[in-house]
């Protein structure tokens, strides 16, 4: 999995592993990373700008500048030269770098003003550089993260530099994953990762994030319900029954879009509970489903999901499904209904909106601090909790929060949280602990929208048809990276 690490256990690592190493290693490895990184974006006849602080991030600068002015022009931009790193002043020097006070006239410019270790913001001489690169749009390259924004907490100030393209160093860092802060770190992808050998003296991650490589997870859900468990026969209860308690007949399609992304997913059976029409619609459309309108007759099941659509009803639902003491997806109306303490394996599904008024907050201030909140959320009520966004965080009380990467924008329609509701449901029944349920789903679930879109839009009926080919070629290793996100920006 991809991880990232909080600033404090980066200066940690870094402080290890420099005990144990030549003087300035550390940062000439970055500095290669940075220069190499540089050389992929321009072609030598680009002049390139690097914008240089006084800390380290500005000596990886300086020490890639000078690397890149044997074979380019380069120019550095220092904030105060007196507080300039040192060795890497001397070094740029060297190598004949000019020395200018405005980013004008340069297409690229590489931005090392504040590195992991500076206050969230701008000041000084950065706030003019800022007004130029508004102006003259050129390319930036951003050393570690974008100059300003909050590191551990992917926030983002009035003031800071956004940058098409980040090249980061040791690990992630949570802006480079998290929005509104990641937003501003990658247009067209995620940060270029630099080795510069800290993995050894890291602690566990703050954040994880699923890759196509990581099919470890969805095996440990699949084997059971493929071999059977405890060794014994397969068949469709032995792979799970996941109950779906949703819709309404002002909200039929929500019933079939949870319906739909229950079956697409592991386990080996959908029981449908609701009012007589819909039960009937649900089956004339998906007549492999067992619907049922009374309760008492419902039958066993391994996971329900509940609150899609259900409007007036979500309550007693919910209330019923806590009650059966299996795992429950709680979803969209149900949110409202929860109680002080959920005492089952949970898994809730709110989007922006929802977790706001679940925390008593703006919905502004969930938009601007995804991370805090869902952290909030899942302590609140001691369970897991799937922030729904264009990067869905999942937050288990006890664990890294997990960000998935997986998606395209044009999965901002109707109906696709039903879809993803369902699937995790699904997950659950077949055996995964909530949080591997929500990440499996939001990591199919995206990049299903990815495959069903093909770079244009799509329906919530599409992402549900679409998840059984990607679980299958995830499975069989055949998933590519580039195929599971649509990172182009208009």
């Not at 066993?300 to 979500?314: K, M, N, P, T």
Request: charged content about 20%; glycine content about 12%; some cysteine.
């Amino acid at each position: 999995m991809l991880r990232a690490h909080t600033v404090s256990d980066v200066r940690a690592a870094e402080a290890a592993l420099m005990a144990r190493t030549e003087p300035g290693a550390l940062m000439h490895r970055a500095a290669a990373g940075l220069a190499g990184f540089v050389r992929e974006t321009a072609p030598p006849q680009v002049p390139v700008v690097f914008l240089v602080g006084t800390g380290d991030n500005g000596g990886d600068a300086l020490y890639a500048a000078a690397e890149l002015a044997r074979e380019r022009v380069v120019a550095c931009a220092v904030v105060d030269q007196s507080q300039a790193h040192r060795g890497g002043m001397e070094a740029a020097y060297a190598a004949g770098c000019r020395f200018v006070g405005s980013t004008h006239g340069y297409p690229v410019v590489v931005d090392g003003v504040v590195g992991i270790g500076g206050r969230p913001g701008l000041r000084g001489p950065a706030e003019g550089w800022r007004a130029e690169i508004e102006a003259d749009r050129p390319y930036v390259v951003a050393v570690d993260v974008p100059s300003g924004v909050d590191v551990d907490g992917a926030r983002v100030p009035e003031a800071f530099l956004p940058a098409d393209a980040t090249v980061t160093f040791g690990t992630f860092k949570n802006a480079l994953l998290v929005d509104p802060a990641a937003q501003w770190a990658s247009r067209d992808g995620l940060a270029r990762l630099v080795d510069i050998g800290l993995g050894p003296y890291l602690p566990r991650p703050s954040l994880e994030a699923l890759e196509v490589t990581d099919t470890e997870m969805l095996m440990r859900v699949l084997r059971p319900t493929l071999a059977g468990r405890s060794g014994g026969p397969v068949h469709k209860y032995t792979r799970g029954v996941v109950g779906v308690a949703a819709g309404s007949s002002r909200y039929a399609g929500a019933a079939m879009l949870c319906v739909a992304g229950a079956r697409a997913g592991a386990a080996g059976m959908v029981r449908f509970l609701g009012e007589d029409d819909l039960a009937r619609r649900v089956v004339d459309r998906y007549p492999e489903v067992v619907a049922h309108t009374d309760p008492a007759e419902a039958g066993r099941v391994q996971a329900w999901v509940v609150g899609s659509g259900g409007g007036e009803a979500a309550g007693a639902r919910l209330e019923r499904a806590l009650g059966d003491r299996v795992p429950v997806v709680v979803d969209a109306d149900a949110l409202a209904h929860l109680p002080e303490t959920v005492e089952v394996p949970a898994l809730l599904t709110p989007h922006a909106g929802e977790l706001a008024t679940m925390l008593g907050v703006d919905r502004d201030a969930v938009e601007a601090d995804p991370l805090g909140h869902v952290r909030t959320a899942a302590q609140r009520w001691r369970t897991t909790v799937l922030l729904k966004g264009a990067r869905t965080l999942v937050a288990h009380p006890d664990a890294p929060v997990r960000v998935n990467l997986t998606g395209t924008p044009w999965l901002a329609t109707a109906g696709a949280g039903d879809v993803l509701a369902g699937l995790a449901g699904s997950f659950l029944a077949a055996g995964a602990h909530p949080l591997d349920a929500g990440s499996l789903a939001a990591f199919v679930h995206g990049a299903a929208a990815t495959a069903a879109s093909g770079g244009g839009p799509v329906t919530a009926g599409a992402v549900a048809e679409a998840i059984g080919p990607v679980v299958t070629a995830w499975r069989n290793g055949t998933l590519a990276a580039s195929a599971v996100r649509d990172w182009r920006t208009a």
